[in-house]
């Protein structure tokens, strides 16, 4: 008997752009962060931050923030989320999809520092392990300029 695979969902363009205008602008925090989205589809997202001055956590090391860390872990993790619940509910307009944002809010947050985080710039991916009518979860990993992980998070978030 064959076996088969439906096709991959793919958001639509004006989703994706309206996506990268909240997580990168109206977001004003990840936008003093200096987050950047690479991709975004409903199995993952992928973002980038740039090493700068205002970032530093250690001086002497010129050591990226652990809360810098956190928060974009934190972010990327929910833009996950995000990602799959639209494409449960591709039924739905993107603008409705977009306008779930509003709900969404961080449960629980876990970081695990693993190696000082020193680099020009850094990679951070999350992928969604399970979205719900009421919660949805994540886990994410944070990656030095030569794909060293040098933290993890999983993350549970609020979406109703």
């Given at each position: 008997?064959?076996?088969?695979?439906?096709?991959?969902?793919?958001?639509?363009?004006?989703?994706?752009?309206?996506?990268?205008?909240?997580?990168e602008e109206k977001i004003v925090f990840n936008k003093t962060l200096?987050?950047?989205?690479?991709?975004?589809?409903?199995?993952?997202?992928?973002?980038?931050?740039?090493?700068?001055?205002?970032?530093?956590?250690?001086?002497?090391?010129?050591?990226?923030?652990?809360?810098?860390?956190?928060?974009?872990?934190?972010?990327?993790?929910?833009?996950?989320?995000?990602?799959?619940?639209?494409?449960?509910?591709?039924?739905?307009?993107?603008?409705?999809?977009?306008?779930?944002?509003?709900?969404?809010?961080?449960?629980?947050?876990?970081?695990?520092?693993?190696?000082?985080?020193?680099?020009?710039?850094?990679?951070?991916?999350?992928?969604?392990?399970?979205?719900?009518?009421?919660?949805?979860?994540s886990r994410m990993e944070f990656y030095g300029p030569d794909g060293?992980?040098?933290?993890?998070?999983?993350?549970?978030?609020?979406?109703?």
């Open positions: 008997m064959p076996h088969c695979t439906a096709s991959p969902i793919v958001l639509e363009p004006e989703y994706i752009e309206g996506f990268r205008l909240i997580h200096g987050l950047k989205l690479v991709q975004v589809t409903p199995e993952g997202v992928e973002a980038r931050i740039d090493m700068r001055p205002e970032l530093v956590g250690h001086y002497a090391y010129n050591r990226i923030h652990g809360g810098v860390i956190s928060a974009v872990l934190d972010a990327i993790g929910s833009a996950a989320v995000m990602a799959a619940m639209a494409a449960k509910h591709m039924d739905e307009a993107p603008e409705k999809r977009l306008a779930r944002f509003a709900k969404l809010g961080t449960i629980d947050l876990r970081v695990d520092y693993l190696r000082p985080g020193i680099g020009e710039h850094f990679t951070i991916t999350a992928n969604a392990l399970r979205v719900g009518s009421r919660v949805g979860s060293t992980l040098m933290s993890t998070g999983a993350a549970a978030y609020i979406v109703s």
